[in-house]
């Protein structure tokens, strides 16, 4: 079964730091475009950030650039959205996102990742 798992959400108090995992099961990230999104409630998912499959590409959403940093352990099958100096405007669901077979971009368009490469979320709230 293919599947990605989101993981290491919780409640942080503002400017603290918390590091998601997107970890898959069932076939390897290595070949992986990965996307991470999230979803506030009553608003729209967004994206946040994306990674190509080599590393060599990122992009962040302007409200996260210089406080989140993705990166990828092929080694471990896994993503990592490291977020730093959160906010409580940063308390959303969150999502990671494959495309497969596509080695130098990303994109945080969610639109572009097919719909059974999505994992079931991991919430974060930012709150004091």
């Known amino acids: 079964q293919l599947q990605l798992v989101e993981s290491g959400g919780g409640l942080v108090q503002p400017g603290g730091s918390l590091r998601l995992s997107c970890a898959a099961s069932?076939?390897?990230?290595?070949?992986?475009?990965i996307g991470w999104f999230r979803q506030a409630p009553g608003k729209e998912r967004v994206g946040v950030s994306c990674?190509?499959?080599?590393?060599?590409?990122?992009n962040y959403a302007d409200s996260v650039k210089g406080r989140f940093t993705i990166s990828r352990d092929n080694a471990k099958n896994t993503v990592y959205l490291q977020m730093n100096s959160l906010k409580p405007e940063d308390t959303a669901m969150y999502y990671c996102?494959?495309?497969?077979?596509?080695?130098?971009?990303?994109?945080?368009?969610?639109?572009?990742?097919?719909?059974?490469?999505w994992g079931q979320g991991t919430q974060v709230t930012v709150s004091s």
């Open positions: 069932g076939f390897t990230l290595r070949y992986s475009a």
């Open positions: 996102a494959a495309k497969r077979g596509v080695l130098i971009a990303c994109s945080t368009n969610e639109s572009w990742y097919p719909t059974n490469y």
């Open positions: 990674i190509s499959a080599t590393g060599g590409s990122t």
